[in-house]
């Protein structure tokens, strides 16, 4: 069985930082075009807000294990610096995120422009994080 050393705090804060990224980017930067993309608005988000302890707590879950994920491969791969952190960010990004997206515009005809905003976010959170769990051993 493999052995990797993990840094938990550092998996703990790239899921954290994972959450506030998303909260900036679906709300000042995003927040407005997502919103129209999606058919919302404040006020029918406003009805789910009962339902936001649960849903924010599956995205953290989900943020924890995309973190411990992104740690394995910045392990697995020996990365060291901010630069290769970032890299292997980038790859793990292109290989799975982006590729799944890209079936769901073409095959199910998903927005194109949501599936930039939500490209986008993903890519920034695989590339700090990868970032900082190279650099914080």
Avoid: C, H
Avoid at 11 to 37: D, E, S
Avoid at 62 to 70: E, R, W
Wanted: charged share 10%; aromatic share 12%; no cysteine.
């Amino acid at each position: 069985m493999l052995m990797l050393e993990m840094n938990y705090i550092a998996i703990l804060v790239a899921a954290i930082i994972n959450m506030a990224l998303g909260y900036v980017w679906y709300g000042p930067f995003f927040g407005n075009q997502w919103m129209k993309l999606t058919g919302r608005t404040k006020e029918s988000m406003a009805k789910d807000k009962d339902k936001m302890p649960m849903i924010m707590g599956s995205m953290f879950v989900g943020a924890l294990v995309m973190s411990y994920v992104l740690a394995v491969f910045v392990a697995l791969t020996n990365s060291t610096t901010l630069e290769m952190g970032a890299m292997i960010g980038f790859w793990a990004w292109l290989g799975s995120v982006a590729t799944t997206m890209l079936q769901d515009v073409l095959y199910e005809k998903k927005n194109k422009n949501l599936a930039m905003i939500n490209l986008g976010y993903n890519l920034a959170v695989l590339v700090i994080n990868g970032a900082l769990l190279a650099v914080w051993k």
